[in-house]
């Protein structure tokens, strides 16, 4: 329950930035203001106890803001010292998701849920698991994005390049990723490597034509490695689902 409750907070507030790969420090304070409301929000519907704001709380704060903060810094073109900002938002990203997933079978949970509510969705699925798939969801429409985006930039090749000449990548990726999400739930993992397979298929013709005006160019890796790391990405959607 408190990762999903964390990635459902990250993620809103990546969707608030509006497909924004760098964002203005006073939009940066907002969102880390709001995410911090809305983790306070999370714990008192979860019934914290002082222990646990002590311990997940100041996790789940600290590695929200950091996130917001170094993920919009290492891309921002402006900015200096891309590869600490980098490193940074890769931690602050993968340090509360590990430690959060041991540790949410000792957490405060929202198994039971109101009699109301009993003959709807969030009745027959569960709060817990509701929560966690809403983050992972989440996580796949918005976190993702910023993270393959650091990732093309670690490994040389500008995303923000390429996609002029590759395009729709922004938007194909949280599409392929929740249909992945989505079939590998329901143990459909047969037609997830489908739309693999036919991303590939898709964006072949635009690669050879690049090829054949511009000749070898970074283009190949960046359909390639982006490509890789969403479907990674998208997988780890799914495991978090069937762990939690």
Not at 87 to 100: E, G, K, Q
Request: aromatic share 8%; glycine share 10%; proline share 3%.
């Amino acid at each position: 329950m408190t990762v999903g409750a964390w990635l459902v907070v990250v993620g809103v507030c990546d969707l608030l930035r509006a497909a924004r790969d760098a964002t203005s420090a006073r939009r940066r304070l907002v969102l880390a203001v709001f995410g911090c409301a809305l983790l306070v929000l999370a714990g008192l519907a979860l019934g914290f106890t002082a222990a646990w704001w002590g311990t997940v709380g100041v996790l789940w704060g600290v590695s929200l803001v950091t996130w917001e903060l170094a993920s919009s810094l290492a891309l921002n073109p402006t900015s200096g010292h891309h590869s600490a900002w980098r490193s940074t938002a890769f931690a602050a990203f993968a340090v509360p998701l590990v430690v959060l997933t041991f540790l949410w079978g000792a957490a405060p949970d929202l198994s039971a849920v109101p009699d109301r509510w009993g003959p709807t969705v969030l009745g027959h699925v569960g709060a817990t698991r509701t929560v966690v798939l809403t983050g992972a969801l989440l996580f796949e429409l918005s976190t993702s994005n910023i993270l393959v985006r650091l990732l093309l930039d670690a490994t040389g090749i500008s995303a923000a390049t390429n996609e002029a000449d590759l395009k729709g990548g922004r938007l194909l990726g949280p599409m392929e990723r929740v249909f992945i999400l989505v079939l590998a739930v329901a143990g459909q993992l047969t037609a997830a490597a489908v739309v693999v397979a036919a991303k590939g298929l898709l964006r072949w013709p635009e690669l050879q034509r690049s090829r054949r005006a511009q000749g070898p160019t970074a283009l190949s890796e960046y359909f390639l490695i982006g490509s890789f790391a969403s479907w990674l990405l998208g997988i780890l959607g799914w495991v978090l689902t069937g762990i939690h």
